[in-house]
């Protein structure tokens, strides 16, 4: 069997796929990027076999996997089908919900050019009610946990998911608006304890 390659792009979403690696123990190659002018280099996209020039980007043989969302190996999925469901609605709400709302915010502050003073200010602070909604989903979802992560005490695909999501939010401070989630933060922590995710970072150089 050919190995397994990430096209890994710095500063990205990529560490999700290498987390998830790491976690089901299955052996693979890095292919690194930087950005360049905050961009991935075209031949790192064409590289990659990715249609959209997105990453993470997987080649798997033959076969050219897109999208960190489509994480749901069964290792990583409770057998509870209650609890399944439940890790199913975080792989989807780290993107639909939480980045949806947050690039917004990070896009007016890159495109919005030679507005009124004020106007970027006004915007954002109208913006950031939804990220603190869903913020606070997080935090008291967090509340009710019976262990460390979302769904317990082990890692699941949700956690994988969510925590570039909302560790993203707080580094670029998108509609934190300087709140506090103190479970979100001891949850990122635990995250990033984790020994697949520690292998991860130092496999890729990860960093935001």
Known sequence: MPPITLYFLQASRCIRTAWLLEELGVDYDVKFSDRVNQKAPEEFKLASG??????????DGKLTIIESGAISDGKLMPTDPAQ??????????????FALHALAILYARWHIKDAPEGTIEEAEKSMSANVQNDLSWLETELSLSHGQFLCGDHVTAADIMMHFSAMFIFARELGTQGKEYPNIK?????????????RAVDKTGHKL
Request: positive net charge.
């Open 84 to 97: 399944r469901i439940k890790v199913r609605q975080w792989v989807h709400a780290a993107e639909a919900t």
């Open 50 to 59: 990715n249609p959209l020039g997105k990453f993470p980007t997987l080649q």
């Open 186 to 198: 001891k949850w990122l922590k635990s995250c990033e304890d984790s020994p697949a995710y520690k």
